[in-house]
């Protein structure tokens, strides 16, 4: 058995999300899944914790408070996360879509796409790439799904850009082990499939995702 077979990945459940498709994308990668609700119980027992996509900031955040602070702690421990569409929003400090409080992994606000077609939905070509996850994907056009979109601070974070009706945003970002990105992998054909795979396969190697 591979180390991929037997990483164990925490899925937290906020009440809304693409839970299965996401699932079973990580599950064809090899991992052990578990669906969280608890906040605090989903960074415990686990190599990594993910952060579906899907559904309002507000009502999310709202299921992540009561453990926020464990949250944010295991993660600054070095626990590996991904965050998908949402998930990857709920990195930062706050949002313009509604109140609550973001992880603030990323120092940053979520706003509304400036395009005069909002939401986004359909395939969108990632830019200036610059993460081992795309690398190893191979992944250059993505499947999106959005009207809300991550402002960093510091675009330190940033390793992929995206465009839509003139508005340039950060299609995926890293701190350290917590990866986020704002496209949804699980639903970007054979490429976005390889991208799940090369995060879950990261989680065993000496360097995570390298």
């Given amino acids: 058995m591979t180390r991929a077979a037997m990483t164990r990945v925490t899925l937290f459940d906020y009440g809304a999300g693409n839970l299965h498709s996401l699932g079973k994308a990580l599950e064809a990668a090899g991992a052990s899944v578990r669906v969280e609700s608890d906040p605090a119980r989903a960074v415990e027992d686990t190599d990594a914790l993910v952060l579906p996509g899907v559904g ?16 944010r702690d295991a993660l600054g421990r070095g626990l590996p996360a991904l965050g998908v569409c949402l998930g990857m929003q709920l990195l930062f400090d706050a949002s313009d ?5 973001g992880l603030g992994v990323i120092p940053g ?8 077609r909002v939401p986004q939905i359909g395939w969108n070509a990632i830019e200036d790439a610059h993460d ?4 190893a994907s191979h992944l250059d056009v993505a499947y999106y ?19 839509h009706g003139g508005d340039r945003f950060p ?5 350290g082990h917590v990866v986020g990105v704002q496209f949804h992998p699980e639903k970007s054909s054979s490429a976005g499939l390889a991208f799940v795979r090369a995060f879950v396969e990261g989680l065993g190697a000496d360097v995570p995702f390298l």
Wanted: net charge negative; glycine share 8%; hydrophobic share 45%.
């Fill in 132 to 135: 081992p996850l795309f690398t």
């Fill in 97 to 101: 879509e509604g109140p609550g409080e």
């Fill in 145 to 163: 799904a959005n009207s809300f979109v991550c402002r960093p601070d510091d675009e330190a974070p940033v390793t992929a850009w995206s465009e």
């Fill in 171 to 175: 299609a995926s970002v890293r701190q």
């Fill in 109 to 116: 606000r979520v706003t509304r796409l400036e395009a005069a």
């Fill in 56 to 71: 309002a900031f507000q009502a999310a955040a709202a299921r992540l408070a009561p453990g926020l602070g464990a949250v």
